[in-house]
């Protein structure tokens, strides 16, 4: 079974501050790993995928995310927020078997002024 | 680029009423994928479809039917919509039949239910 968990439902940070978002997942084969932003009124996007390799992904506007297998997760990190940072950010997971993602609940990110 | 439209933006129904959604990818990929998404939550795969005339059940696909005539378009049928059922259904595509591929979504139809 494929199962991904967000823990915190929303996380408040203040313009500027550093961020840290966290995903868990569970899957015993290999592991494909992404995070998708959800703008309000908007489908998602993809920010960054992890497949193979080195474990620290970049992505867009400045987030980037480390996979860890021995922790199973692959938290998403930016250093400094901006208030179009404010957003549902989605971490999802595939494996090597099969044609579909699984998503977690979502985290909703606040960015205070 | 490629662009996926999704008809119509907003839907209001009737209970019991039966309630069709169209998506339309001009990305010419392979597979589609149709999810809800409840206020708050994440997404649950309600059907996908690898190929023209393929379907796959995903986890939420009970009250549900789906089409894939034609490979650039993916309907999803409500075959009997529930009073008070409020959420948005996100229509997807990705290219190649694999769960590695990214996804590229559309902007949503949010159903109403009176």
């Known amino acids: 079974a494929q199962s991904v968990t967000q823990p915190d439902a929303r996380v408040t940070v203040s313009e500027g501050a550093s961020l840290q978002l966290r995903c868990k997942y569970s899957?015993?084969?290999?592991?494909?790993l992404f995070w998708y932003v959800q703008y309000p009124r908007q489908g998602l996007q993809l920010l960054l995928k992890?497949?193979?390799?080195?474990?620290v992904v970049q992505g867009v506007n400045g987030f980037e995310a480390e996979f860890s297998k021995s922790n199973s997760s692959f938290h998403l990190r930016k250093a400094s927020v901006h208030w179009s940072d404010s957003a549902v950010y989605f971490c999802?997971?595939?494996?090597?078997?099969?044609?579909?993602?699984?998503f977690g609940d979502g985290t909703q990110l606040v960015v205070k002024p | 680029g490629g662009i996926i439209t999704q008809t119509p933006k907003f839907l209001i129904g009737q209970e019991g009423q039966k309630l069709t959604l169209k998506c339309q990818q001009n990305?010419?990929?392979?597979?589609m994928y149709w999810y809800r998404q409840d206020s708050g939550k994440g997404l649950r795969l309600i059907y996908y479809?690898?190929?023209?005339?393929?379907?796959q059940k995903g986890d939420l696909s009970e009250g549900y039917d789906a089409s894939r005539e034609k490979k650039s378009s993916f309907s999803l049928t409500v075959t009997s919509a529930q009073k008070n059922e409020m959420a948005v259904f996100l229509c997807?595509?990705?290219?190649?039949?694999?769960?590695?591929?990214?996804?590229?979504f559309g902007p949503g139809t949010r159903l109403t239910v009176l």
């Open positions: 997807a595509s990705s290219m190649g039949q694999g769960g590695y591929a990214e996804q590229f």
């Open positions: 899957y015993s084969g290999t592991p494909y």
């Open positions: 992890y497949y193979s390799g080195d474990p």
């Open positions: 999802a997971l595939s494996g090597d078997n099969n044609n579909r993602i699984f």
């Open positions: 990305f010419n990929h392979d597979t």
């Open positions: 479809s690898i190929t023209e005339n393929d379907l």
